[in-house]
């Protein structure tokens, strides 16, 4: 599975960004996806997942409320809303995708660069 990750760009504090994730092989069968973020200096960091089938999410405690991940199961493609964006979002953006409950994120994308401006 392949994925590549886009819609990333430079936007002021207070503003939205919508980030997608396509995948493309000749069979696409995801557990469940993800997106992580790496800021300068800092370790990646986990965002905010999404079970392919059910559609449920779970997010990191700093973006709830703000963040939303969605999917077309149709485009097999994964996405992240991002409003009210804070300087401290700024961070290259990765997503990435699991077969099973138990595998690690075996596949991911290449990356997006994000910067909020304060």
């Known amino acids: 599975v392949q994925l590549q990750a886009s819609g990333g760009g430079l936007v002021q504090a207070g503003g939205s960004l919508r980030l997608s994730c396509a995948a493309s092989g000749r069979t696409f069968s995801a557990y469940a996806m993800a997106w992580f973020r790496q800021a300068p200096g800092k370790e990646r960091e986990f965002v905010g997942t999404?079970?392919?089938?059910?559609?449920?999410?779970y997010y990191v405690d700093s973006v709830k409320g703000r963040f939303t991940i969605s999917r077309d199961n149709t485009k097999n493609t994964m996405y992240l809303q991002m409003n009210s964006l804070k300087p401290e979002d700024t961070a290259v953006y990765y997503c990435a995708a699991k077969t099973t409950a138990l595998t690690n994120w075996g596949s991911w994308g290449q990356g997006t660069q994000v910067t909020v401006s304060s």
């Open positions: 999404i079970n392919w089938s059910r559609g449920s999410t």
